[in-house]
């Protein structure tokens, strides 16, 4: 066989794929209903029913949740946001760790920095390039309260594994979904799987609104008729 070119050998191909346009009819004539509207996006800075966005927002939240058959689901402006929401979400502050992968992009990692944590890397599984589940448990002792796990380029992480893991030590799931949107494993689509998940909408992502992103889960939130609740971490849409 021929040396690949990843060790070396000629690229089969040399010039960058064309980049396809996703927008088309469809999609312009919900923006122009939105932009006749006069209302972008309707977030309101106080507690209000418009706090979490307005009619659009919520029915895109709605359809999400709908779609990765999950009980709740919150529009955020990046997938980074929302992994920054969801430490938050796991009452995760200085001093505590975060199991982390070393193969992703940066914000898996900053994610628990932003609140004081330490991230902690975990080693890949070869075939998967997913967190491996007994590197995993090496890196577990009485700080680590998180496990923040991606499915890389599509390809589910090994869950039954990890959830026994994290169950035995008392620890959060998040996963990084933002390249998995309805990767499937084992019959459930991730995101929906650990306590929560997260979806990046950035434009170089399967699905994309220019930037933005969503958070699903069963239970980490209430949904929007307890938000006034001090308890309420989101205020979310509900399925
Ligand atoms: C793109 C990406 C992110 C960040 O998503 P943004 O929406 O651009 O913030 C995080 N993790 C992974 C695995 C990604 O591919």
């Not at 895109?60 to 920054?84: D, H, I, P, Q, R």
Request: proline share 5%.
């Amino acid at each position: 066989m021929a040396k690949l070119a990843l060790t070396g050998g000629t690229p089969v191909r040399t010039k960058i794929f064309p980049q396809s346009n996703t927008i088309g009819e469809e999609e312009k004539t919900a923006v122009m209903k939105v932009l006749d509207s006069g209302n972008l996006s309707q977030y309101v800075g106080s507690w209000n029913p418009d706090f979490s966005g307005g009619p659009m927002v919520k029915e895109f939240e709605k359809k999400w949740a709908e779609a990765l058959e999950v009980e709740y689901c919150m529009a955020v402006n990046s997938n980074t946001s929302g992994l920054y929401s969801c430490i938050g979400a796991c009452d995760i502050g200085p001093g505590d760790e975060v199991i982390v992968s070393p193969y992703t992009m940066t914000a898996g990692a900053i994610a628990p920095l932003i609140y004081g944590a330490v991230p902690v890397f975990a080693d890949i599984d070869e075939d998967t390039f997913c967190l491996d589940p007994k590197s995993i448990e090496a890196n577990i002792n009485e700080r680590t309260k998180a496990i923040l796990l991606v499915h890389i380029c599509g390809h589910p992480t090994e869950m039954d594994e990890i959830m026994a893991i994290a169950k035995k030590h008392n620890l959060k799931i998040i996963e990084d979904c933002a390249q998995s949107p309805m990767s499937v494993y084992k019959g459930k689509f991730v995101g929906g799987i650990g306590d929560v998940g997260v979806f990046s909408l950035n434009y170089h992502k399967h699905i994309h609104t220019g930037e933005g992103g969503m958070i699903v889960t069963e239970g980490l939130c209430d949904s929007g008729e307890n938000s006034a609740d001090k308890k309420s971490r989101w205020s979310c849409s509900r399925r």
